[in-house]
């Protein structure tokens, strides 16, 4: 009878360091999944517009309710979202947040009406923004500085496939018309990796929370939120109702309620409380030069890449999938130049790369005038490809570093809640360009409506070129500096950076 061996203390460390490296890379497949998830679902959403539409009876005004409806959610309650993460644990709000939106998801494919869709598309957005924040804060608190850089980068090779795959994805889910569903498996696809991100990070995400978390700014909240409604309800609704002058009145309130937001936030901030907005921040010209350069590159994004699907598929006829397709060139050529641009020119040339790439991008978007105006109803898509494959390496090039140019004069302290004001920016530039779609169309069809939008697009990026002058000549902050206060209270906020690599994929 042989006599059983026991094991070492060295055996039994190693195995449980086995176990726990599992347990770590686990959930870092759960967390990356979940970001995947929701880049994907805001670049799907855009190419099944037009079936949406046709499928529902959407009018315009409800197919640019459930585009910047969702932006506008997300872009509101990013911030706050992060900090309910160090509040509460980024575990138990990230696990919240993934059940939110994939119950979201399933409702967006269930909506018998376009009210029900716009409606659900909110929730999905302000679900997002609950679970979003939270993805950099677990990375940061599960792996070590030297590990971080390799997983940094793992996460912005996902960022480049979701731009990749989502409008193609969104392209064929449409296209197959899967069981009949028509647009529906654009959402219903979230089901699956949603609940499987919820059972396998409940059993391998450690939880975390900041050691001194910020308090929730709550009045904050509803203040910029009304001020935000007030603005973009009027511009979504003034066409289909004939612009009333209330709607003018609504405007000029909702501005007036966003200035008494930045009198409320000052205040609080002066009682040493914890206000949504740190003011002073934008005591930095630069900083506050990169917030208006993310807002006007946002709304640029937002009109052009709404419209362009409208132009490609209700315009000229085109089915999802040969939109999508076309569109590649663009996608391709904008991932080159984003790695292109932080790995080699920006460190040697600095600001004048993100203001070449936005010249670039005006060149390109004046050749897609040209080639639309030159052919008309007949275009094709290789007749489409150069200046999509410009627009794509102006694009690319401001992209990935812009985010640092911004915080390179914010103090390191200060670095969290500028991450996620950057971001939260981007996100609300993106629902207003969304809300301007409808003054384009006014009066126009779609192709007209086409060349004014990139006629609009052109001129915020003139503008964006002279703004970015005030950015640093060179950024003084390492790639990593803008996550690492993520063990600091506002970690939920520098959290949500990944999106401000990819402010076009947003809504």
């Not at 973009?232 to 966003?258: F, H, I, N, S």
């Not at 936030?265 to 409380?273: K, N």
């Not at 206000?275 to 709304?299: K, N, Y």
């Not at 993100?354 to 991008?361: D, H, M």
Request: hydrophobic fraction near 55%; charged fraction near 10%; glycine fraction near 12%.
């Amino acid at each position: 009878m042989s006599t059983p061996v026991a094991s070492s203390p060295a055996a039994s460390a190693a195995t449980a360091g086995s176990t726990d490296d599992r347990r770590r890379w686990i959930a870092l497949a759960v967390v990356m999944t979940a970001s995947f998830m929701d880049l994907v679902d805001a670049t799907i959403v855009n190419i099944a517009v037009p079936s949406i539409q046709r499928d529902t009876g959407a009018g315009f005004n409800a197919i640019q309710w459930i585009t910047a409806g969702y932006a506008l959610a997300f872009a509101v309650g990013l911030i706050t979202g992060g900090r309910l993460g160090d509040i509460f644990g980024r575990k138990r709000i990230f696990l919240i947040g993934t059940a939110g939106f994939t119950l979201a998801s399933a409702l967006c494919g269930l909506a018998v009406n376009p009210e029900m869709l716009v409606a659900t598309r909110m929730l999905q957005g302000a679900a997002a923004a609950m679970m979003v924040p939270q993805v950099l804060s677990i990375i940061h608190a599960t792996f070590s500085g030297e590990e971080r850089g390799k997983v940094f980068g793992m996460f912005g090779a996902v960022i480049g496939l979701a731009a990749v795959t989502g409008p193609l994805l969104g392209a064929l889910l449409t296209q197959w018309n899967l069981f009949g569903l028509e647009w529906r498996p654009i959402f219903l696809i979230n089901l699956p990796a949603g609940i499987a991100g919820l059972l396998l990070g409940r059993r391998f995400i450690d939880e975390s929370k900041a050691p001194n978390a910020l308090r929730l700014d709550l009045a904050g909240v509803a203040l910029a939120t009304a001020g935000l409604l007030m603005v973009l309800y009027p511009l979504v609704q003034g066409r289909e109702l004939g612009w009333p002058v209330w709607g003018y009145l609504l405007m000029a309130g909702g501005l007036a309620v966003l200035g008494g937001f930045v009198r409320y936030e000052r205040r609080r901030g002066a009682r040493g409380g914890s206000p949504l907005v740190e003011l002073s921040l934008f005591r930095a010209r630069s900083f506050a030069a990169g917030i208006a350069v993310q807002l006007l590159f946002g709304a640029s994004c937002g009109i052009f890449f709404l419209v362009w699907t409208l132009y490609m598929q209700i315009g000229l006829g085109w089915s999802p999938l040969h939109a999508g397709l076309t569109g590649l060139p663009f996608t391709i050529a904008c991932s080159a130049a984003a790695g292109l641009s932080v790995q080699l020119l920006v460190p040697r040339f600095g600001r004048k790369v993100l203001q070449g790439g936005a010249l670039i991008t005006a060149t390109g978007a004046l050749l897609y005038i040209a080639e639309s105006a030159r052919y008309g109803q007949g275009i094709h898509s290789w007749q489409m490809a150069l200046p999509l494959v410009v627009m794509g390496l102006g694009m690319g090039l401001i992209f990935a570093p812009l985010t640092d140019a911004v915080l390179s004069e914010v103090p390191r302290e200060h670095a969290g809640s500028a991450s996620g004001l950057i971001n939260t920016t981007n996100q609300l530039g993106n629902a207003f360009g969304l809300a301007l779609v409808s003054v384009a169309f006014t009066g126009s069809t779609v192709v007209h409506a086409f060349g004014h939008a990139m006629l609009w697009m052109v001129g915020g990026l003139a503008v964006v070129v002279v703004l970015m002058a005030a950015l640093p000549k060179r950024g003084a902050h390492a790639p990593e500096a803008a996550a690492e206060p993520a063990a600091q209270p506002a970690s939920g906020e520098a959290a949500s950076g990944e999106r401000a690599q990819a402010p076009a994929l947003a809504g």
